[in-house]
């Protein structure tokens, strides 16, 4: 069915509708055991600030907190000394031609012989609970639990004994600590504090306290090695109220008589240090003791009045927040039920809840504000928020889908700088260690990582391939690093930490791609390989063709931005890239192939497999989608949705995670069927998410997994817009930014604010009733001044319509094409000058002498930090003056030259003010001269041409004396120099 376009108009207005804000319960969280509706992590609202953590429960006079420290880890080298990361003690890339041989002969082969072991892995775990006892609160009433997505802070209101108490609980970013604050409309009652640590052996720990602080102390183990430190401090304001301790740890506050509110501050750490993660430092990654840091991040958090550290805390959470709004109807008025009844009533057979939806939306941000910040390790697989001293699957990294959905949501929606956590974790925890995989494993330059790590650089491959021995993992991940440069325009961050990643990964794949030697039809893939956790050993796995297609096209785009010198290797990427299997071809049912072998082999039959790992290149990539033009080629689309109709819903015996079925709802989202994708959401929301809206990771109880928490965000926002980028060779090119590809009619009269695209602008629109795009705002990002962004062009479907008929027309294309026309030759411009620059600074300095430079500053910086500070900091005060001198001599200078011209000026204008009228009356004088002697010439030839003598040649005229004088033309013997001859006859009588 062709699709039936709708024009969209742009307009400066904007419309509101209902916004889904607060998760809020009519009852306290609760910790009963996993398999039932009582666990913490299924009743429990977080909070966060991306390096701690908590889930509150909000009960009434006997509180507690679940804490977190985002790199509180057993296992690794705290627990090991000789820990390798899984790197085998001798290399192992021998193997590597044999595997390759087999395969390329067989189809398949055995990728065993290069895997390691996997002991001291270890596991994320909980620090402990914060306690908090209110005496004589027994028997509460009105009693409301909520958490605000807007402002981050969780709330709990009752009322007891003729009191209202209101609890707070937030964790701030720019204090680094978690606040816990207690109000009361009389007198408080006596308060106690405690962190405790029940899940460990008593000798682990340390508890105390003091006049105005509980503190934890710990380790993971007691050695050798010994275990990681951690501690943590729960503080009050000294001062302001009498108090007391006990020999367990449990400090005491009794209020003054008109007290009636107290805060307390929680912080904690570890002796974790990721600088401490490379070859220099033994890959130990041990730091320093964390208790000094805590002791003064408390005292100084405490010294504050809760007012000034609540406010602090909004400004930074709502700066982030605040930077993007979905707005969805409230057609049933659900806002006024409490969350986990809105989410055990709702039906994936039913019409669907917008309320419900928008709040999950909004809820997937929160959670990535509070998970992962510039200074955290990144998100795991439960975000933040563990509950024991295990974690399910350790909670450690897996990056064959779940890292990545982790992040779908946040260059789109303003939050691209949690994801500084990713960037330094790649960098600190993964490259140095994976160099040393890929030397060891491959023989290879570059570095890599195999899908399942720890935070101690477990790189190496581990037990079986079918499901942990993943190299494409950084590939994959490189496409977050483009996305990253490509919707904020950070070229600072791109040439110093995001490029060289993705040229890491790039060296990698250069040396292992190898020549098809089973088809022989002269492309490059990848042997050996394994779609994630699916399938045979095998040569040419879709997957991985797809995900080195986004890195090779990566470097190429960020050549010129970043100036890369090295032309061989920007030569070698190029031909590669001509030459790779770029991982699409079509099975004999008609869906995309998983494995390049042919059919017959048995492996590409149609199955309901959990993952959706050859179609990587359709969503979250773009390698099929854009670069092969797939999202306008119906044979790519039809093949794509024979696929996803095979792969089924994602409720398979091993395949009932809730992150599977919000992959599938953003790849029909990309096809534009928005019934299916809608389908796919309500799915997954009805079977996978528990009353706090928490993602399980099945319908059965079974862990908490908070990757489709994230992934559901990424699948609303596959559902609003399609933006895909624009191949490296087709750079200034008008792109398509697809508005309301599935908006599902239930969503009717809804809007976006803030919504990032491409390129560095961001576009709000609204939609009606039947879920179609009416009007639309763009922002171009004024600070973008690279040319080889495309122009944009904006356009609006009807949802539900048939690829590639989508979206042909656009927005004014006049002034679409003369703007694209401008854009290029603004880019061949950028591009002479860029050229230039660069060649000036290598004949200045040669580009490995500024690394080197650079690497032994940063060195520097970080071995010698206060001597480096101080350096640095009295050359910054030495050149203010030369500074403030050299601004005085330029524009001295700069007057000078300003006044001698505008001296001159003056002068030529008073010169000019009299001169001209001179000139133009002696240029008049002159003219009518010349009028006067041309017309008197006229007039008198005229005459003469008049005269008979000019008619016949002579005439006779008498003279007073009868005398005839005859005058006579001169015949030609006798013209002399203009004479004329004159003769006089006697008259005849």
Request: proline share 5%.
């Amino acid at each position: 069915m062709r699709s039936l376009m709708h024009r969209l108009t742009v307009i400066g207005t904007w419309v509101t509708v209902a916004s889904a804000r607060s998760l809020w319960s009519s009852i306290p969280a609760a910790f009963g055991p996993q398999d039932s509706d009582d666990w913490i992590l299924k009743t429990g609202y977080p909070v966060g600030n991306g390096r701690l953590g908590a889930i509150p429960f909000g009960a009434p006079g006997s509180d507690k907190a679940v804490l977190n420290v985002d790199s509180l880890w057993s296992g690794g080298p705290f627990e090991a000394e000789n820990y390798t990361g899984g790197n085998p003690d001798v290399a192992k890339y021998t193997a590597l031609p044999g595997i390759r041989k087999a395969i390329f002969e067989n189809g398949t082969g055995d990728l065993s012989p290069l895997t390691g072991p996997n002991d001291n892995y270890g596991s994320y775990r909980a620090l402990g609970n914060l306690t908090v006892s209110l005496d004589g609160i027994t028997d509460y009433s009105n009693y409301k639990r909520t958490l605000d997505l807007k402002t981050g802070v969780h709330s709990t209101t009752f009322h007891s004994g003729g009191a209202r108490f209101v609890n707070s609980f937030f964790c701030s970013y720019p204090d680094q600590v978690c606040v816990y604050s207690i109000s009361s409309s009389t007198t408080l009652p006596r308060v106690s504090i405690q962190i405790e640590n029940l899940l460990v052996e008593r000798d682990l720990v340390d508890l105390t306290c003091g006049r105005d602080y509980a503190r934890l102390t710990g380790y993971t183990q007691t050695g050798p090695p010994l275990g990681m430190k951690y501690d943590a401090i729960a503080k009050i304001r000294p001062g302001s109220s009498s108090t007391s301790c006990s020999d367990t740890g449990v400090l005491t506050i009794n209020p003054t008589k008109r007290q009636k509110s107290l805060f307390i501050v929680i912080g904690a750490g570890t002796d974790f240090d990721r600088t401490k993660g490379n070859a220099e430092h033994g890959y130990s990654f041990r730091g320093g003791d964390p208790g000094p840091e805590v002791e003064r991040v408390t005292a100084a958090a405490v010294s504050k009045s809760y007012q000034a550290l609540l406010k602090e805390h909004i400004e930074d959470y709502s700066a982030l927040e605040g930077a993007f709004e979905l707005n969805l109807p409230d057609p049933e008025g659900s806002a006024e039920t409490e969350t986990s009844a809105l989410i055990a009533e709702y039906s994936s057979d039913g019409p669907g809840d917008p309320y419900l939806e928008g709040l999950l939306f909004d809820y997937s941000r929160h959670l990535l504000i509070s998970s992962s910040r510039e200074n955290s390790l990144p998100a795991n697989l439960q975000g933040r928020w563990a509950e024991g001293p295990h974690a399910a699957w350790s909670g450690d990294y897996h990056a064959n889908i779940n890292l990545q959905m982790n992040y779908w949501g946040a260059d789109q929606t303003g939050l691209s700088r949690t994801q500084d956590a990713l960037w330094n974790y790649m960098e600190l925890n993964w490259v140095p260690r994976g160099s040393e995989t890929a030397r060891m494993l491959y023989n290879a330059s570059g570095w890599v990582v195999h899908n399942e790590m720890n935070i101690f650089g477990h790189t190496a491959m581990k037990s079986d391939a079918s499901w942990a021995n993943y190299p494409a993992a950084p590939a994959w991940m490189m496409q977050h690093i483009w996305n990253n440069f490509d919707y904020t325009q950070n070229i600072t961050w791109l040439k110093n930490q995001g490029y060289p990643l993705v040229k890491g990964v790039a060296e990698f794949w250069l040396s292992q791609l190898q020549e098809d030697a089973f088809f022989e039809d002269g492309s490059l893939v990848v042997n050996p390989c394994n779609s994630p956790e699916h399938g045979p050993t095998t040569f040419g796995c879709a997957h991985y063709q797809q995900e080195i297609h986004h890195v090779f096209d990566a470097v190429l785009s960020s050549a010129l931005i970043v100036a890369e010198p090295d032309t061989g290797f920007l030569n070698a990427v190029k031909s590669s890239l001509d030459m790779l299997d770029k991982g699409f071809h079509i099975t004999e049912w008609g869906g995309v192939k998983e494995w390049k072998l042919p059919d017959s082999y048995g492996y590409d039959t149609k199955n309901r497999h959990r993952h959706l790992s050859h179609l990587t290149g359709w969503h979250p990539g773009y390698s099929v989608s854009s670069f092969q033009n797939g999202y306008a080629n119906s044979t790519i689309q039809s093949a794509v949705e024979e696929t996803l109709i095979s792969r089924g819903n994602g409720n398979a015996d091993d395949a009932n995670a809730g992150w599977g079925k919000v992959w599938r709802a953003a790849c029909w989202a990309r096809l534009n069927n928005t019934q299916r994708a809608y389908e796919q959401l309500r799915y997954a929301i009805d079977v996978n998410f528990a009353g706090n809206g928490f993602s399980m990771y099945s319908a059965d109880n079974e862990p908490f997994q908070i990757d489709a928490n994230f992934g559901l965000g990424g699948a609303i926002l596959s559902m609003l817009v399609v933006d895909l980028p624009l191949p490296h060779d087709a750079a200034g090119e008008t792109r398509t930014v697809v508005l309301g590809p599935a908006i599902p009619e239930r969503w009717k009269s809804g809007s976006v604010k803030g919504l990032r695209i491409r390129g560095g602008g961001s576009v709000d629109f609204n939609w009606d009733e039947r879920g179609l795009v009416t009007k639309a705002k763009l922002r171009r990002n004024l600070q973008t001044i690279f040319p080889h962004l495309p122009v944009i062009a904006i356009a609006a479907c009807t949802p539900n319509s048939k690829l590639p008929a989508i979206c042909p027309s656009r927005i004014n294309p006049k002034q679409t094409m003369a703007v694209n026309d401008a854009t290029k030759r603004a880019k061949s411009t950028a591009q002479r000058v860029l050229a230039f620059g660069q060649r000036q600074v290598d004949r200045a300095v040669r580009p490995e002498t500024r690394q080197k430079a650079y690497n032994s500053i940063s060195a520097f910086a970080q071995e010698r930090p206060i001597l480096f500070s101080f350096i640095t900091s009295q050359l910054f005060f030495s050149l203010l003056p030369l500074l403030v001198f050299t601004a005085f001599v330029i524009s001295t200078v700069g007057f000078a030259l300003a006044s001698a011209v505008l001296f001159s000026l003056f002068w030529f204008g008073v010169a000019l003010l009299f001169l001209v009228p001179a000139l133009c009356f002696t240029f008049s004088i002159a003219v009518l001269v010349w009028l006067w002697a041309v017309s008197t010439f006229l007039v008198g030839r005229w005459v003469y041409q008049k005269t008979p003598l000019a008619v016949r040649g002579q005439v006779a005229v008498k003279t007073p004396v009868d005398k005839e004088v005859l005058f006579r033309k001169p015949t030609p013997d006798g013209f002399r120099g203009g004479d004329v001859k004159v003769e006089t006859e006697e008259a005849k009588e």
